[in-house]
């Protein structure tokens, strides 16, 4: 819902595509890979806030890459941006900023999945409610969203997007509190999964994180102004400091009055997602106080311990498995190679959202390093295993290029279970790992020998002395299939509610 008042521009801009000739000569190399649902951004007080929050979105680029959004607020009125497309592709330009005054904004940068890519679901959500408006940036995925909304359409709601973050704003509307904290958090009350969210009214910026602290969300400071955001490295890029980390179950809101801290729910285990070190969060990230770079590399060099084999060149699977493989050659003793060659110029298809671009791949994204490998026996390392074909192509590149031994390994078990908290993964028929042996996975990528980080190496490359079944670190459901949450939409067998397909956007 657009504020009445407010000048957001809708339009959109043409989002780059690539065209026949270039699908013609990439390959499918992408698409094993994981992708993350979104990265959020907010500042309070600061006269550039729309400025700052496009630079601390450009930061997390890599949580999303289908659309991006800003909202800010100038005293009176609401400014609206939202996007398909990368961040630099619209926040890059200074009539952009101009039109987005105001010292507080919340920003948002969107993979979908939940929702298709149309400019209806694109982040922040904005609701005008009788308090106000009201705009929210969610990162994570709500696991009773479609059980909400069904009640929600029954009661006369009308849904504007099939974003569950929807969800969250009809339930601050319809809550019979006075004050707009109190139905806030009657809101949060009623919803189950993870998130992350950053929101704004024209008085407040608002966190919140889920009472297991799934998704991430930190605190950090600007000339004195707070900031809520993903990761470090959105306050790294702008030279913000780091402050503390939101704990799971808290509410922090920011106003004139200056901050004032909620915590609603009953204390439980924190489970952060263990994919945030995996995969999802940058390397040069702090996330609960462990250096990412750091924790791959121990992952890598677990892998050495459990299953190294003889080989002449470690090879990183650029570029996730490159801290990982220093990791791993570090420990092992075998020299580190730039096997894998990645053309950065090239779109990152594999965070776009259809099987067609996923299968479409990346010939002309990676290529071999034939010096580095020929007439060598090699161990590929990657961060996890999905769908085997990305694992396939490698090996046969390595192999077109000369490698006499091809070797895998990945830096993370193998993934058994699907995801319900804001990771695009198949369901159980749709994982490798699920529907095949060890020996069979490796027979169908190709391999030498095929070998995954145990559960319990994970953990100790995390600094514990392995997993605790009664009481697990962290979020590792889709290795284990202990979820963390409740499951309501997954239990119920009503029929989902009707996607939006009557109204079509230009794009």
Partial sequence: MRHPDQDAQLDLDAKAGLGPAALELQDDLEGDTLREECGVFGIYGHPNAAAITALGLHALQHRGQEAAGI??????????????????????????IDRLPGNMAVGHVRYSTTGANILRNVQPL???????????????????????????????????????????LHLVARSRRSRFIERYIDALREIEGAYALVSLTNKKLVGARDPRGIRPLVLGELDGFPILTSETCALDIIGARFVRDIEPGEVIVFDENGQDIHKPFPPMAPRPCIFEYIYFSRPDSIVHGRSVYEVRKNFGAQLARESHVP?????????????????YSQHSGVPFELGIIRNHYVGRTFIQPT???????????????????????????DDSLVRGTTSKKIVRMMRDA?????????????????????????????LLAAT??????????????????????????????????ANPKFSDHCFTGAYPTHLTDQTQTEPQPRQLSLLAEAS
């Fill in 126 to 168: 904005f609701a005008e409610l009788n308090a106000g408006g009201l705009a929210v940036a969610h990162n994570g995925n709500l696991t009773n969203g479609l059980t909400l909304r069904r009640e929600l359409v029954r009661h006369g709601a009308m849904m504007q997007s099939t974003n569950d973050t929807e969800v969250i």
């Fill in 355 to 381: 099987q067609a671009i996923r299968e479409s791949g990346v010939r002309m994204k990676h290529s071999a390093n034939r010096a580095a490998i020929e007439g060598k026996r090699i161990i590929l390392i």
């Fill in 71 to 96: 909202v800010s607020y100038d005293g009176s009125r609401f400014h609206l941006e939202r996007r398909l497309g990368l961040v630099g592709d619209t926040f890059s330009r200074r009539e952009v």
């Fill in 311 to 327: 080989v002449d060149v470690v090879v990183p699977v650029p570029d996730s498995g490159v801290p990982a493989a220093v990791g």
């Fill in 436 to 469: 095949h042996s060890l020996e069979e996975m490796r027979e169908i990528i190709g391999a030498d020998s095929l070998a995954f980080l145990s559960i319990d190496g994970m953990y100790r490359a995390m600094g514990e002395p392995g997993r605790d079944p």
């Fill in 402 to 430: 000369g490698a006499t031994e091809v070797h895998f390994r990945l830096a993370s078990p193998p993934i058994l279970y699907p995801d319900y908290y804001g990771i695009d993964l198949p369901d159980r028929g749709g």
